[in-house]
């Protein structure tokens, strides 16, 4: 049982430390091209995707509820040109009051309108004529996409040039400043620190050639698969609250190396129902508890079974150099000379499976080894309730604690994707208050014990 485990020392500290700012009141309106304002009925909820592994950017989606009529005849027509003014601020753990001391917090995004029909067009009702005649017979929950200013500047911007004597790594870090340097301030847009977590790869190469007219979002990826590589396991690059993340995507083992990291603690479902406080900070740690249901899927071994626990490639390097040594017209070749073979893992039956790279001939021993190291560890999905999701950053080491058999188990790996969802408590027009719930997508080394 958890109460008597010695998780339920760190849990108590938690939940004894105080109340969170983690509930919110939430002040929404729109501003049309000509500078007038129409705010919705109700603010509903904001649902925000952070994919550290398949996007640079969050994914953020609001759903807020109009008057058919204000929607149909003054909102829609300006559907392509529209930005979103969001306010909110922190209040107290059980009072809806205002603490002194809270700060409005304010953010402006660019509004897409994701169902776009025109009802108006549509004679579904002839209400919709009306601006007052439809608010009154009805209203539409409306969802729309916000992308933020230095979000939509990034779309755009493209990179290029030649770097000598360099190594991967200096060269994206001199591109991202260089880039952020170059961002119009007068458009409010700044990127304020770039975090790079140092690389594995620390050879200089004579020459980065960087194609002008590469895509800035695309360029750490192409310097991974192009240029060397930089992390030999896989490459993660995402903007958060104003700073560039760089880190090795799937590296489990950086913990103990990283100042600041994430502990989870994994609470049986339903143990601690509707808890008020789930985590805590240190000087060096955000401690919280997932008290939601758990997924787990280790299919780590499975995997390096069937698609191989190393990988195999021709060096390209010794094709030029030295591939063969010719002595009186004969020419003898060096498989350990001219094969480049890595193994991650032993074998646990001792039966390696050393598989051919996709890319069979190259020289960039980052990027093969980086291919196979997601097979290296697996996925587990966590709820963390009552939750501030702000405070995890991308590529956030993780340590991984829970009960099992009667003793406490650990397990390290890396934050892959979190979603909050903020979303209003109670129904009906009265409701004000908001609250947030976070999933969060963990990679994690393999259970040894129970692979075993």
């Keep these: 049982m958890i109460e008597k485990s010695t998780l339920m020392n760190e849990i108590s500290k938690i939940t004894k430390e105080g109340a969170k700012d983690v509930h919110y009141l939430y002040e929404v309106w729109f501003q049309l091209p000509d500078g007038s304002t129409i705010a919705p009925l109700k603010f509903?909820?904001?649902?925000?995707?952070?994919?550290?592994?398949?996007?640079?950017?969050?994914?953020?989606?609001?759903?807020?509820?109009?008057?058919?009529?204000?929607?149909?005849?003054?909102?829609?027509?300006?559907?392509?040109?529209?930005?979103?003014?969001?306010?909110?601020?922190?209040?107290?753990?059980?009072?809806?009051?205002?603490?002194?001391?809270?700060?409005?917090?304010?953010?402006?995004?660019?509004?897409?309108?994701?169902?776009?029909?025109?009802?108006?067009?549509?004679?579904?009702?002839?209400?919709?004529?009306?601006?007052?005649?439809?608010?009154?017979?009805?209203?539409?929950?409306?969802?729309?996409?916000?992308?933020?200013?230095?979000?939509?500047?990034?779309?755009?911007?493209?990179?290029?040039?030649?770097?000598?004597?360099?190594?991967?790594?200096?060269?994206?870090?001199?591109?991202?400043?260089?880039?952020?340097?170059?961002?119009?301030?007068?458009?409010?847009?700044?990127?304020?620190?770039?975090?790079?977590?140092?690389?594995?790869?620390?050879?200089?190469?004579?020459?980065?050639?960087?194609?002008?007219?590469?895509?800035?979002?695309?360029?750490?990826?192409?310097?991974?698969?192009?240029?060397?590589?930089?992390?030999?396991?896989?490459?993660?690059?995402?903007?958060?609250?104003?700073?560039?993340?760089?880190?090795?995507?799937?590296?489990?083992?950086?913990?103990?190396?990283?100042?600041?990291?994430?502990?989870?603690?994994?609470?049986?479902?339903?143990?601690?129902?509707?808890?008020?406080?789930?985590?805590?900070?240190?000087?060096?740690?955000?401690?919280?508890?997932?008290t939601g249901s758990t997924r787990s899927v280790d299919a780590s071994n499975a995997r390096q079974v069937g698609e191989g626990n190393g990988i195999r490639f021709t060096d390209a390097k010794a094709i030029f150099d030295s591939f063969g040594e010719t002595i009186d017209n004969v020419t003898t070749l060096s498989r350990g000379r001219n094969v480049t073979e890595v193994l991650f893992e032993e074998a646990k039956n001792g039966l390696n499976h050393v598989v051919q790279a996709a890319d069979k001939i190259s020289s960039n021993l980052m990027s093969a080894l980086s291919k196979i190291s997601s097979r290296k560890g697996q996925p587990v999905q966590v709820k963390w309730e009552n939750s501030r999701g702000s405070l995890i950053y991308p590529g956030m080491p993780v340590r991984y604690l829970y009960e099992a058999g009667g003793e406490t188990k650990e397990l390290f790996g890396v934050v892959t994707m979190t979603q909050d969802y903020i979303h209003l408590k109670g129904t009906g027009a009265t409701a004000r208050r908001y609250a947030s719930n976070t999933s969060l997508t963990l990679f994690l080394e393999p259970d040894n014990e129970q692979s075993s």
């Design 44 to 290: 509903m909820s904001v649902d925000i995707v952070r994919d550290f592994t398949q996007s640079y950017a969050d994914s953020i989606v609001m759903e807020v509820v109009f008057g058919a009529g204000t929607y149909t005849q003054k909102l829609f027509p300006h559907r392509n040109n529209l930005k979103a003014v969001i306010q909110r601020q922190y209040i107290g753990e059980v009072s809806d009051t205002v603490s002194a001391n809270a700060q409005v917090e304010t953010l402006i995004y660019t509004a897409i309108l994701m169902d776009v029909r025109d009802h108006s067009k549509e004679g579904t009702s002839p209400l919709l004529d009306s601006v007052q005649m439809g608010d009154l017979g009805d209203i539409m929950k409306v969802q729309f996409q916000l992308i933020d200013n230095v979000t939509e500047w990034l779309r755009g911007c493209t990179v290029g040039g030649v770097f000598k004597q360099a190594t991967p790594w200096q060269v994206l870090q001199a591109m991202l400043a260089d880039q952020s340097n170059k961002m119009p301030l007068e458009r409010g847009l700044s990127i304020e620190a770039i975090d790079m977590v140092p690389a594995d790869n620390t050879e200089k190469r004579a020459h980065v050639v960087i194609p002008h007219g590469t895509p800035l979002v695309a360029l750490p990826s192409y310097i991974q698969d192009k240029c060397g590589g930089i992390y030999n396991s896989e490459i993660g690059f995402y903007l958060h609250q104003g700073s560039w993340y760089v880190w090795p995507l799937f590296n489990t083992q950086r913990f103990e190396a990283t100042p600041s990291g994430l502990t989870v603690i994994n609470v049986p479902e339903n143990r601690f129902p509707e808890i008020e406080r789930t985590f805590r900070q240190t000087a060096n740690q955000l401690i919280i508890l997932a």
